[in-house]
């Protein structure tokens, strides 16, 4: 089973594809209005206009609402296997820098590590949902390790974190534009230390 069916959604459509958009939008708009801290199964049920049950059943709690809401948004950048660890590594990072082109994606996630630094749960959310991202993009570079690539031994969430966070330092903390080219250079970056033996 997947991380996304986890969360509840195990059918591709029908009632169960409606429910699933309907709550996750309910989420996004209470992020969206920094209303982490008052999110609960019952307001989200309201919004969404389902039982608080169907919640509990498929989801568990708001926090696995919102990491299923962070599954989503992640979903649109899509993991690459092109047999070139520095061609999976630019359009990893290319991938990243256009889902942020969003407003709507980018207020998602300056909220959510907002309510981050005030509450316990949505660290909880924020730390779980990158963990859990950072693991399913490793395998490209366990492919390439295993090609030879890259050195044996190569720390592969090392190598994805490098790729990944000179643009959420820029997404948070300097609010730098993110143009093309970041994803270029991170890239880039990331490769060549890995490719030296930087992630052993």
Do not use: C, K
Not at 24 to 46: D, H, I, K, P, S
Not at 114 to 137: L, M, S
Not at 176 to 184: D, K, S, T
């Amino acid at each position: 089973m997947t991380q996304q069916q986890a969360h509840g959604s195990v059918r591709p459509g029908g009632r169960t594809a409606r429910t699933r958009a309907a709550v996750l939008e309910a989420a996004r708009e209470r992020l969206g209005a920094g209303q982490y801290a008052e999110l609960t199964v019952e307001g989200l049920a309201a919004r969404a206009g389902v039982h608080p049950s169907t919640i509990r059943r498929r989801w568990g709690s708001v926090h696995g609402v919102v990491l299923d809401l962070f599954d989503h948004v992640a979903g649109e950048v899509r993991i690459p296997d092109t047999g070139s660890l520095h061609e999976d590594l630019r359009l990893l990072a290319e991938g990243i820098v256009t889902l942020y082109t969003s407003a709507q994606h980018r207020n998602t996630l300056f909220r959510m590590v907002a309510a981050a630094t005030a509450h316990p749960e949505g660290a909880r959310t924020v730390r779980d949902f990158f963990a859990a991202r950072t693991r399913q993009v490793s395998g490209m570079v366990r492919h390439a390790a295993a090609r030879g690539e890259i050195p044996a031994g190569t720390d592969v969430l090392a190598v994805v974190e490098a790729v990944s966070a000179p643009i959420y330092y820029r997404l948070l903390v300097s609010r730098q534009p993110l143009e093309p080219g970041v994803a270029r250079r991170t890239a880039a970056a990331a490769y060549h230390a890995a490719r030296a033996g930087a992630f052993t």
